[in-house]
């Protein structure tokens, strides 16, 4: 198992445009994550999931955010009609039930910049 | 909604000092973590504190935990350059979900 794997790890896009990232979890993890990170802050919580059920979403996910679990396994994250705003750090984590958790592992993340 | 604060937000230190690093959170909560982020690289985890007292160590790092004072510290003992870094509290919900402080820009100069 090498650990939680993002792809891409740079996405550059024009305004406008759609995007999608994808999360592979470490596969004995039922929980999966996803926070966004801008420069300089801490990550901030957008969705999760357990196994295929997304149970919740933040209301930093607009309308133009979707996130889906299919099959409980890989993640993907898309963002419609991209904004300057949304430049940031995408990052995926995943964990064991929160009641046994003892942590979580992060993916390397997705940057994507928005010209 | 859960609150929480790190300071000092930028810390340059001489190596072989000691420091500490302080989190603060404003609900009540009984797990925390403390993470290391070097730029343009992910989120290394080091700890997770899941009880009042608890104190964890490694290497030149200690953690501890006061969920009654809602306090968390991070004790770096005789620095390196190695440990240079951005470090990160965060703090869990009911919900499993985690809310992060802005983090601890850590520069350890010889």
């Known amino acids: 198992d090498t650990g939680v794997s993002q792809n891409p790890r740079h996405k550059i896009t024009k305004r406008g445009q759609n995007v999608t990232f994808r999360c592979d979890p470490i596969?004995?993890?039922?929980?999966l994550y996803w926070y966004r990170q801008t420069l300089g802050q801490g990550p901030e919580f957008l969705t999760y999931f357990q196994n295929e059920a997304q149970l919740e979403k933040s209301r930093l996910l607009s309308d133009r955010f979707s996130a889906e679990r299919p099959k409980g396994s890989f993640s993907t994250l898309e963002i419609q009609r991209t904004e300057q705003g949304d430049s940031a750090m995408y990052l995926c984590?995943?964990?064991?039930?929160?009641?046994?958790?003892?942590?979580?592992?992060f993916g390397s993340g997705t940057r994507l910049t928005v010209v | 909604e859960l609150k929480v604060e790190q300071n000092p937000l930028f810390l340059s230190m001489q190596e072989g000092k000691n420091y500490t690093i302080y989190c603060n959170y404003s609900?009540?909560?009984?797990?925390l973590y403390w993470y290391r982020q070097d730029p343009g690289k992910s989120l290394e985890s080091l700890f997770v504190l899941l009880s009042n007292g608890a104190v964890k160590q490694e290497g030149r790092l200690m953690a501890s935990l006061d969920t009654k004072a809602r306090l968390s510290t991070l004790h770096i003992t005789a620095a390196v350059h190695d440990l240079s870094a951005t470090y990160f509290c965060a703090v869990d919900t009911n919900a499993g979900k985690s809310t992060f402080g802005d983090g601890t820009t850590l520069t350890v100069k010889p």
């Open positions: 984590a995943s964990s064991f039930s929160w009641e046994g958790n003892y942590g979580y592992t």
């Open positions: 596969s004995e993890h039922n929980r």
């Open positions: 609900t009540t909560s009984d797990r």
